[in-house]
């Protein structure tokens, strides 16, 4: 069994950046993928990024280049960084841990939003 906590959403202008991060206890991360999805209000949730334990990264077409997954096996956290945020991007963001796809284990989502 793995809980897994999200912190570091918040307000955010169009062009900035976020760190999310995703705490986990109750097990090693490190031997699931791990993932990050984000729903946004009226739209199915989608994954954004994935990292698998051997650190292979998958991203979504419409965040690859600005955002970045990555995972600290040390610190059993996982992190997203955001950077050059559009406004479409505002969504609840969580992230998720399984074997061998993300989807097993949920956080319970952080907010961000991406507003002038």
């Known amino acids: 069994q793995v809980q897994l906590v999200e912190s570091g959403g918040g307000l955010v202008q169009p062009g900035g950046s976020l760190r999310l991060s995703c705490a986990a206890s109750g097990s090693m991360l490190s031997i699931y993928t791990m993932g990050w999805y984000r729903q946004a209000p009226g739209k199915q949730r989608e994954l954004v990024a994935r990292?698998?334990?051997?650190?292979?990264?998958v991203y979504a077409d419409s965040v690859k280049g600005r955002f970045t997954i990555s995972r600290d096996n040390a610190k059993n956290t996982g992190y997203l960084q955001m950077n050059s945020l559009k406004v479409g991007d505002t969504a609840v963001y969580y992230c998720a841990a399984g074997d061998p796809f993300p989807n097993k284990y949920w956080g319970q989502g952080t907010q961000v939003t991406v507003s002038s």
């Open positions: 990292i698998t334990s051997g650190g292979i990264t």
